[in-house]
């Protein structure tokens, strides 16, 4: 029932050790989330994906768009779906795999062999579709997940409208290294930061060694470890501090 902990548990088992001991230290140098307190027993309504408490409210929830492919990381991916639905973001998972003449493949099986069904296929989401005015685009990590986001042309142009209608996009992992910085999403001088590995590093041009950098309207974040603090900044940034606050304290997050 508790789909967050249960899809944690699953990919650190999948997870090689050295991957593992890499993303702990990495959250535990910048005094990030603990993920063994971080998983409160919420169960998350993934079929509606909408603010359960819809009518109460007059304005509409944040739109929020994840898309995902093939070898994109679990982690992240949960993490970021999950935190902002309660929040109480409308919260849509897109996949970028190719269609074929059976149609879209909603079904991506991600970086550690777990499967994710996504809601729709990220061409009913591009630029002049009519249904692409996002408040927020979050890219997950993982490899090569983060290739196929980088390769996909509706992906390019809906963070190239996000970036210029200075609407929030973010990144985590490998993500703003291979995806961002490949289309010259990240300024010259705008601070971000991925997966610490050198490959992925190099590729940006100003590296900050914060967990989660937040400038102007781009959010990167470094990877699995990092995953719920991103997520929480992320939630902040669209419904305020004290929600985000709130929200930490049900998960079991220090802030």
Same mark, same amino acid.
């Given at each position: 029932?508790?789909?967050?902990?249960?899809?944690?548990?699953?990919? *650190?088992? =999948?997870?090689?050790?050295? &991957?593992?001991?890499?993303? *702990?230290?990495?959250? /535990?140098?910048?005094?990030? #989330?603990?993920?063994?307190? +971080? @998983?409160?027993?919420? #169960?998350?309504?993934?079929?509606? =994906?909408? &603010?359960?408490?819809?009518?109460?409210?007059?304005?509409?929830?944040?739109?929020?768009?994840?898309?995902?492919?093939?070898?994109? !990381?679990? #982690?992240?991916?949960?993490?970021?779906?999950?935190?902002?639905?309660?929040? %109480?973001? !409308?919260?849509?998972?897109?996949?970028?795999?190719?269609?074929?003449?059976?149609?879209?493949? *909603?079904?991506?099986?991600?970086?550690? %062999?777990?499967?994710?069904?996504?809601?729709?296929?990220?061409?009913?989401?591009?630029?002049?579709?009519?249904?692409?005015?996002?408040?927020?685009?979050?890219?997950?990590?993982?490899?090569?997940?983060?290739?196929?986001?980088?390769?996909?042309?509706?992906?390019?142009?809906?963070?190239?409208?996000?970036?210029?209608?200075?609407?929030?996009?973010?990144?985590?992992? +490998?993500?703003?290294?291979?995806?961002?910085? /490949?289309?010259?999403?990240?300024?010259?001088?705008?601070?971000?930061?991925?997966?610490?590995?050198?490959? @992925?590093?190099?590729?940006? &041009?100003?590296?900050?060694?914060?967990?989660?950098?937040?400038?102007?309207?781009?959010?990167?974040?470094?990877?699995?470890?990092?995953?719920?603090?991103?997520? *929480?900044?992320?939630?902040? &940034?669209?419904?305020?501090?004290?929600?985000?606050? !709130?929200?930490?304290?049900?998960?079991?997050? !220090?802030?």
């Amino acid at each position: 029932y508790y789909f967050l902990e249960i899809m944690v548990i699953t990919s *650190l088992l =999948r997870t090689p050790r050295s &991957l593992l001991i890499a993303a *702990l230290l990495s959250s /535990s140098s910048n005094k990030s #989330i603990n993920l063994a307190s +971080a @998983f409160a027993p919420f #169960i998350r309504q993934s079929s509606s =994906r909408s &603010l359960a408490s819809s009518s109460k409210l007059s304005m509409s929830p944040p739109r929020v768009l994840v898309p995902i492919a093939t070898g994109s !990381e679990e #982690i992240e991916t949960t993490c970021i779906t999950d935190t902002l639905t309660r929040f %109480g973001a !409308e919260v849509v998972i897109a996949s970028v795999m190719p269609q074929s003449s059976e149609g879209a493949p *909603l079904v991506c099986k991600m970086s550690r %062999g777990i499967k994710f069904l996504a809601d729709v296929h990220i061409s009913e989401c591009a630029v002049g579709t009519g249904n692409d005015n996002w408040d927020l685009i979050a890219l997950p990590g993982g490899m090569p997940g983060a290739e196929h986001l980088r390769d996909c042309p509706e992906i390019v142009d809906l963070l190239k409208k996000q970036k210029s209608a200075n609407k929030f996009f973010a990144a985590v992992c +490998a993500s703003p290294a291979v995806v961002l910085a /490949s289309h010259n999403l990240i300024a010259s001088d705008a601070a971000s930061t991925c997966y610490p590995a050198p490959p @992925f590093r190099e590729k940006l &041009l100003t590296v900050s060694e914060d967990s989660v950098v937040v400038t102007d309207n781009m959010i990167t974040s470094q990877g699995p470890g990092t995953s719920l603090k991103f997520a *929480l900044v992320l939630g902040e &940034l669209l419904f305020g501090k004290e929600k985000a606050d !709130e929200i930490a304290k049900q998960m079991l997050v !220090e802030r």
